[in-house]
């Protein structure tokens, strides 16, 4: 098949959405014919992927995009249009203007009250857009989702939609080899630590920054040749507060922008820490990413994660800088019991959430879709 992908967010290993790369990866090696069209895109060369329009460097805007858009559309022949979030508005008008299906690759509910929303002028008419999200979901001829809430909250919008549940795969699976030397790394504190932990704030995490920070501090006391790695979008800031409690040297920050960096510390990790965001209804992608990693994963408890961070799987803690020290102390200082946590989680991945299994679902709903339109 021939397939015009549209993402109003960026495409990119670095910076984007991991779901698209993969969505893209499994369309690419099935066999299909792909132009892409985002605002960056950022990926290997593959001989079945055409970037229409997307930056490297300069994001494009998405006045840009819709005009690139309507000229692929109009000279090119495709057999379907898929649509990665916020783009199916958008996508539906071509859908309908070309006469090919939608496939609406949905990360978010927009409408109702555990809706996002949209920007602009739709928040202050948010019946209408509740009116005009039911009227995409029943146009879409394959509706994708990525965990059972978000299945859940589309359900409630047309009880009669038919959902493709695939769900994210950790990152490790698209990169095929670390550009990044684990000596360099380590080379960050000096000397070779005792143990490495990797912390990962999401955002709007229950737990604040400073508390995770406090808590590593604890941990350097107790364990004075311990290292941390800390990733988020306030790792700048972390820096600041790590200074003022005198643990900078035993800490290092990865910007956003340093995946492969990020990968190789989990690679070397001897616990992981993840604080999960406040309140949120859908499963982040990075949980794939740190159960898959081989160290145990200790994190606060929410119950967006039920289904994948039960007590085998993970140590859950409470949101506070004495928990969270203990939780990390623990996996440390027990090592038969990390062993057995941190193989409870690959083994969870290994079973459900691979990448070839993720090819292969992605490609029987495609195979699906090319037999009813032919």
Not at 198 to 222: E, H, N, W, Y
Request: net charge positive; proline share 5%.
């Amino acid at each position: 098949m021939n397939i015009l992908f549209i993402s109003f967010e960026e495409v990119s290993l670095s910076r984007g959405s991991v779901r698209a790369v993969a969505m893209l990866r499994a369309l690419a090696d099935a066999g299909h014919r792909v132009d892409l069209v985002a605002p960056l895109a950022d990926l290997p060369e593959h001989p079945q992927i055409r970037v229409v329009a997307g930056s490297r460097n300069r994001p494009i805007r998405r006045r840009t995009m819709r005009m690139h858009c309507m000229r692929a559309a109009s000279r090119g022949s495709y057999d379907a249009v898929h649509a990665f979030d916020e783009a199916v508005f958008f996508a539906v008008r071509l859908s309908r203007w070309k006469k090919i299906p939608l496939v609406y690759d949905a990360a978010h509910r927009f409408s109702g009250s555990g809706g996002i929303g949209l920007a602009g002028i739709w928040r202050l008419f948010p019946r209408r857009l509740q009116r005009m999200e039911a009227k995409v979901l029943g146009q879409a001829t394959v509706v994708f989702s990525s965990c059972g809430a978000l299945t859940a909250d589309l359900m409630g919008i047309d009880k009669t939609l038919e959902i493709e549940q695939v769900e994210d795969i950790p990152s490790q699976s698209l990169y095929p080899r670390r550009a990044v030397e684990k000596e360099m790394l380590i080379k960050r504190f000096g000397k070779r630590p005792d143990a490495v932990v990797v912390c990962c704030q999401l955002p709007g995490a229950a737990s604040s920054l400073r508390d995770v920070l406090m808590a590593a501090r604890k941990v350097i006391d107790a364990m004075p040749n311990a290292a941390f790695f800390f990733q988020g979008a306030q790792y700048e800031q972390a820096g600041k507060m790590a200074e003022s409690l005198d643990i900078a040297a035993r800490c290092a920050f990865l910007s956003p922008e340093e995946p492969e960096a990020f990968l190789s510390a989990l690679e070397i990790a001897d616990a992981i820490f993840m604080a999960p965001q406040r309140g949120g209804r859908y499963i982040h992608p990075l949980v794939y990413t740190l159960l898959h990693a081989g160290a145990p994963l200790v994190t606060v408890h929410d119950t967006a994660y039920d289904e994948l961070l039960t007590d085998k799987t993970s140590v859950h803690v409470l949101p506070s800088s004495d928990a969270i020290a203990e939780g990390l102390l623990r996996v440390a200082q027990e090592p038969l019991f990390s062993l057995a946590v941190a193989t409870e989680g690959q083994l969870l991945v290994a079973q459900r959430y691979t990448c070839s299994s993720f090819k292969h679902k992605v490609r029987m709903i495609y195979h699906r879709l090319s037999k009813a339109a032919s």
